[in-house]
């Protein structure tokens, strides 16, 4: 149960776009469309902000986007506003039917 | 709306037992998969357990294989962690989670420390 990749870090400025990518492998992100993403701010609670590697909840902005491609997947926040920093973690449903985190990146705005 | 509220957590001495709680209200709690995810302080989240609908499977991280068991009673809408033969690395905010393949919906946490 080896955690997926991400960066640690990623910043960018305000109305920009970035994207924080989310490496696993065939048992895992690039397995299954089951890959999900989280907000996290400090002291918080995560939150759902997309499932299925490209659904955006009810309420979540849609200045987030998800996206897939074997076995790397993608968050993609345009238009970054101050609110967007946090912490943000990726998820995978693997083949032994355990799930499975990434790292986390932290995301700065300038 | 949904709300899921964690209890049960503290300070134990390594090996000890503690047995969390996470009462949940706002939706129809026997219809849906319920996870534990936890979180060590400074560090990221980690996948614990997973427990069906119904209870009739449940799924653990290699980590606490063996030592921790999920459970849940429809009846009163609760789900529970039992967490035997603690260690310091177990350390951590606890939090219970609603859903099957995602997280939709998570709880503030309750916060468990191992330490003598």
């Known amino acids: 149960q080896s955690a997926l990749t991400q960066p640690a870090s990623v910043s960018g400025s305000p109305g920009q776009s970035i994207t924080i990518s989310c490496t696993g492998t065939?048992?895992?992100?690039?397995?299954?469309?089951?890959v999900s993403w989280y907000q996290q701010h400090p002291g918080k609670a995560p939150k759902l902000m997309i499932y299925?590697?490209?659904n955006r909840p009810s309420g979540v902005s849609n200045r987030f986007s998800g996206s897939k491609s074997g076995n790397t997947a993608s968050l993609t926040i345009s238009g970054l506003q101050a609110e967007d920093e946090a912490d943000y973690y990726c998820?995978?449903?693997?083949?032994?039917?355990?799930?499975?985190f990434g790292g986390g990146t932290k995301l700065t705005v300038l | 709306q949904v709300q899921l509220v964690e209890s049960g957590g503290g300070v134990v001495q390594p090996g000890g037992s503690l047995r969390l709680s996470c009462a949940a209200s706002?939706?129809?709690?026997?219809?849906?998969?319920m996870h534990w995810v936890r979180q060590a302080p400074g560090k990221g989240l980690e996948w614990v357990a997973f427990?069906?609908?119904?209870?009739?499977?449940?799924y653990y991280a290699d980590s606490v294989k063996g030592r921790f068991t999920i459970s849940r009673d429809n009846s009163k809408n609760t789900l529970y962690l039992q967490m035997n033969s603690l260690r310091a690395e177990d350390t951590a905010v606890y939090y219970c989670?609603?859903?099957?393949?995602?997280?939709?919906?998570w709880g503030k946490g309750t916060t468990v420390t191992v330490s003598s």
């Open positions: 998820s995978s449903y693997t083949s032994s039917s355990t799930w499975v």
């Open positions: 427990i069906r609908y119904d209870g009739s499977n449940k």
């Open positions: 299925e590697v490209s």
């Open positions: 989670a609603k859903g099957a393949i995602s997280y939709s919906y």
């Open positions: 706002g939706f129809t709690f026997s219809s849906y998969g």
């Open positions: 065939s048992s895992d992100v690039g397995g299954y469309n089951y």
